[in-house]
């Protein structure tokens, strides 16, 4: 028997696992993710705790992927997550989420502090009641791109 | 900004399912998710662009549906193994002409044979009345 193919996108492996979890429900709960089931996709996950107002609401998990140093940490408010780098990008659509009530998933270039870098995210909802997002999955993943005058000239 | 919106076929109405900024991962997805759920009457991906007005224009990029792929296998099959229906002669002469205008009925032989048929008939009998009389005369 053939071994299914592996999704080369971690932020279509991590959509494909907030279905599997849902099951028919509108929304997985936050008890649900597993860890271990995502395997190494969860060092590139981070957890969102929703508060209102939506600047209140705070990083809850933070996989090593994402981290930099001196960068937001878990605790850290949206709103104090310094802009432009891949942390405040992969959460900066949280409100659309909030608003369509189904995973959002967008790229572009963010800065990190080895450069710019080319990212793609997901965030994806979570509720335990069923109907009131409260918390919302995200995962983010780049790579570095360099910038010269010969590939960009003026 | 241009987004790709994934709606599922459900209960008779298009949900939203989920939301990409980039056209190919869209509908990636959506064909994934009909093959991943065979239960999925049909999906389709819709591109939004949001207008300098705060309007919004959209218009669908891919489309997949269950009935769409019967029907054209129902096709396929109907062209290879089942003939064509022959057509009714009688629906044209009743739809296309009224009983009292009806075309000339197309005759199934043609002409010549019926009148060399004819003739051939006419023939035998003028021999056959020819030699009665020429039997008649001798026996008198």
């Known amino acids: 028997m053939e071994a299914p193919i592996r999704e080369m996108r971690l932020t279509m492996r991590v959509l494909r696992y907030w279905r599997d979890i849902a099951g ?25 705790k929703l508060r209102s107002p939506l600047e209140r609401s705070f990083l809850s998990y933070i996989g090593s992927g994402l981290v930099v ?38 790229g572009g270039s963010a800065a990190q502090q080895s450069g710019v870098v080319l990212y793609r995210s997901i965030l994806a909802p979570l509720s335990e009641d069923g109907r009131t997002i409260d918390t919302v999955l995200g995962a983010a993943n780049y790579r570095e791109v360099q910038f010269t005058e010969e590939e960009h000239p003026v | 900004m241009l987004t790709f919106e994934i709606r599922k076929y459900v209960g008779g109405r298009w949900l939203l399912d989920s939301v990409f900024d980039d056209k190919a991962v869209a509908v990636a997805e959506a064909k994934q ?37 019967e029907q054209a296998l129902q096709r396929a099959f109907q062209l290879r193994y089942e003939p064509a229906p022959a057509p009714s002669p009688r629906r044209d002469r009743d739809t296309e002409f009224p009983r009292t205008q009806r075309p000339p009925r197309r005759r199934s032989r043609p002409d010549w044979l019926d009148y060399t048929g004819w003739g051939l008939c006419a023939g035998v009998l003028l021999g056959a009345v020819v030699i009665g009389l020429v039997l008649l005369t001798r026996v008198s």
């Open chain 1, 24 to 48: 028919k429900r509108p929304f997985p709960r936050v008890t649900d993710l597993d860890a271990r089931e995502l395997g190494e996709d969860w060092q590139n996950c981070l957890l969102i």
């Open chain 1, 69 to 106: 140093p001196g960068g937001p940490t878990e605790g850290t408010a949206l709103a104090e997550c310094p802009p432009e780098t891949i942390l405040a990008r992969a959460t900066s659509y949280v409100s659309r989420v909030l608003a369509q009530r189904v995973p959002v998933s967008m």
């Open chain 2, 33 to 69: 998710l009909m093959e991943r759920n065979t239960s999925l009457p049909g999906v389709r991906v819709v591109a939004v662009a949001e207008e300098a007005a705060g309007s919004f224009r959209e218009w669908t990029v891919f489309r997949q549906m269950i009935v769409d792929d």
